[in-house]
DNA sequence: GACCAGGCACATC
DNA sequence: GATGTGCATGGT
């Protein structure tokens, strides 16, 4: 907690969803699925175009992206980037919440063991995109690990070399409380920190973690 | 013009 | 089971 603390006193609170307007209404969740596949390996902005784009299409429904074809998806979410392989991976989702009933709501609320395997069993859903849809579309305590989250907290001595995406998600999950709201925003303080590294080049001055080096007693 | 951004699937060794 | 590669755009 103390170097989460330390992270959003410099950063400040991210708001990253839901907390953004109509985040908790069903077009709202159906655009924070699309965004967790549309932000793989992509910068923010050009997912923020994209989805701009489903959304003048008035396409951000299960309904209208099953309806559509996937040449057109392709050229709405063109501006994300490998956009035929995306157009295939939010077809793939969204065939999943069809056949499970077509309720995105109903869909997101299961048990998340129940649906993490749902959700990872969609061919282009991987741990972060499955653990991100469940965090921040269905708002239920599952903390997302990233690239920055392992180099960060490996330098700082809290995730070993041999750690991967289970072993780094089980350290924070038993040290910290079990809470949808701070693992939210745990996460996009571990994005925003990681961001300031690779600008500074990943030395530690001026770092808010500088002072947990080596030394830390826990996430 | 290189390099990177909130990965994943697939091939290959 | 570890490692490499394709996917493609827009900003720095």
């Given amino acids: ?16 969803w839901p907390s953004q307007a109509g985040a908790e209404t069903a077009e709202g969740k159906t655009e924070i699925c699309v965004g967790a596949i549309l932000t793989q390996n992509t910068n923010w902005t050009n997912v923020e175009r994209a989805i701009e784009n489903l959304r003048r299409a008035d396409s951000l429904s299960v309904e209208a992206l099953d309806a559509m074809r996937p040449t057109k998806l392709a050229g709405l979410i063109r501006p994300a980037g490998y956009f035929n392989v995306k157009a295939r991976r939010l077809k793939n989702f969204i065939s ?6 077509g309720d995105i709501e109903a869909f997101l609320d299961r048990p998340i063991d129940e649906l993490r395997a749902a959700l990872l069993a969609v061919n282009g859903v991987g741990p972060e995109t499955a653990d991100s849809m469940i965090l921040y579309a269905a708002g239920q305590p599952t903390f997302v690990i990233d690239a920055y989250t392992v180099r960060i907290f490996r330098r700082h001595g809290l995730l070993a070399d041999g750690d991967n995406y289970a072993t780094a998600k089980a350290m924070f999950e038993a040290a910290l409380p079990t809470d949808a709201g701070l693992f939210n925003d745990y996460h996009a303080q571990v994005v ?4 300031w590294f690779c600008r500074r080049r990943a030395r530690c001055e001026g770092c808010p973690l500088e002072r947990f080096a080596h030394d830390a007693d826990g996430p």
């Fill in 192 to 195: 925003a920190t990681g961001k």
């Fill in 96 to 101: 999943a919440v069809v056949e499970a009933g």
């Fill in 1 to 16: 907690m103390r170097m989460y603390e330390a992270m959003r006193g410099r950063f400040g609170v991210q708001g990253w």
